[in-house]
């Protein structure tokens, strides 16, 4: 069963969808899905979440705000705004009365791996489990070299207060913000399962960024390196080893 559901945060409406198994019996558990930089909750999140839902794992995926369907404007989203955001929706999720609350994963893909493991080190208790799929750490490299991915100068952002990114507005604020961060502090409060998924052939986020995690912490982290598959999964097959992996995973860490 699907459902819409909006929640508040920093006055602005987040908007999403809850997938809710149909035949559960009792609290079943949750994974939260946190989709990737100028991307939206539908990309590629509805597949995974109708196969969890058959496996009776309900999921709730949503637009961080200034993306999709969600209130804002992208020019103002930095990465301390999406952790804001994503703690709101962890909140909202827990106290759902068919959720566990003691069962509640967080699945991230790009910079959305980065916002899940950076929430999850503010709110270790709440997080059982988290999927990181190609995790867009080297952000803050980029942004230390002057650029946003690997092509994007924001040299001169300061002076115009965004630059375009094909029609989108990244604003100044998300330069300053994500500069501020420390990666591996901000994660390692975190100390329970950690799955990584990369592809070996992702240019956009080099497979050496999730390789430096698992070597960072290595008691918790477990890499799956998916040969062949690009940063958006975009062959099926590919896509299909992401799923039945992260499947895998999260049943094992929601016994």
């Given at each position: 069963?699907?459902?819409?559901?909006?929640?508040?945060?920093?006055?602005?409406?987040?908007?999403?969808?809850?997938?809710?198994?149909?035949?559960?019996?009792?609290?079943?558990?949750?994974?939260?899905?946190?989709?990737?930089?100028?991307?939206?909750?539908?990309?590629?999140?509805?597949?995974?979440?109708?196969?969890?839902?058959?496996?009776?794992?309900?999921?709730?995926?949503?637009?961080?705000?200034?993306?999709?369907?969600?209130?804002?404007?992208?020019?103002?989203?930095?990465?301390?705004?999406?952790?804001?955001?994503?703690?709101?929706?962890?909140?909202?999720?827990?106290?759902?009365?068919?959720?566990?609350?003691?069962?509640?994963?967080?699945?991230?893909?790009?910079?959305?791996?980065?916002?899940?493991?950076?929430?999850?080190?503010?709110?270790?208790?709440?997080?059982?489990?988290?999927?990181?799929?190609?995790?867009?750490?080297?952000?803050?490299?980029?942004?230390?070299?002057?650029?946003?991915?690997?092509?994007?100068?924001?040299?001169?952002?300061?002076?115009?207060?965004?630059?375009?990114?094909?029609?989108?507005?990244?604003?100044?604020?998300?330069?300053?913000?994500?500069l501020a961060w420390d990666i591996y502090q901000a994660s390692a409060p975190y100390r329970k399962k950690?799955?990584?998924?990369?592809?070996?052939?992702?240019?956009?986020?080099?497979?050496?960024?999730?390789?430096?995690?698992?070597?960072?912490?290595?008691?918790?982290?477990?890499?799956?390196?998916?040969?062949?598959?690009?940063?958006?999964?975009?062959?099926?097959?590919?896509?299909?080893?992401?799923?039945?992996?992260?499947?895998?995973?999260?049943?094992?860490?929601?016994?």
């Open positions: 069963m699907q459902v819409a559901f909006e929640c508040v945060n920093n006055g602005k409406v987040l908007r999403g969808m809850q997938h809710i198994p149909d035949h559960a019996a009792g609290k079943v558990p949750a994974v939260i899905m946190f989709h990737g930089f100028t991307a939206t909750m539908s990309m590629m999140y509805v597949e995974v979440a109708r196969r969890l839902e058959r496996h009776g794992i309900a999921s709730v995926r949503f637009d961080f705000a200034g993306s999709g369907e969600s209130d804002g404007d992208f020019v103002d989203m930095t990465i301390s705004s999406e952790v804001s955001d994503g703690l709101a929706v962890l909140d909202y999720v827990k106290q759902l009365d068919y959720v566990d609350p003691e069962r509640i994963a967080i699945m991230g893909t790009s910079l959305g791996g980065v916002i899940a493991s950076f929430a999850a080190g503010k709110r270790p208790d709440d997080v059982r489990a988290l999927v990181l799929i190609c995790p867009a750490f080297i952000f803050s490299e980029h942004l230390r070299q002057g650029t946003m991915g690997p092509t994007t100068d924001i040299t001169r952002i300061h002076e115009t207060g965004y630059v375009d990114m094909g029609g989108i507005k990244l604003g100044a604020g998300f330069v300053d913000d994500g950690v799955l990584l998924i990369h592809g070996d052939a992702d240019i956009d986020v080099p497979l050496r960024v999730s390789e430096e995690y698992a070597r960072t912490f290595p008691d918790r982290a477990e890499l799956h390196i998916i040969p062949g598959a690009d940063h958006i999964f975009l062959n099926p097959a590919h896509r299909q080893q992401l799923i039945d992996r992260s499947l895998d995973f999260l049943a094992e860490q929601f016994r």
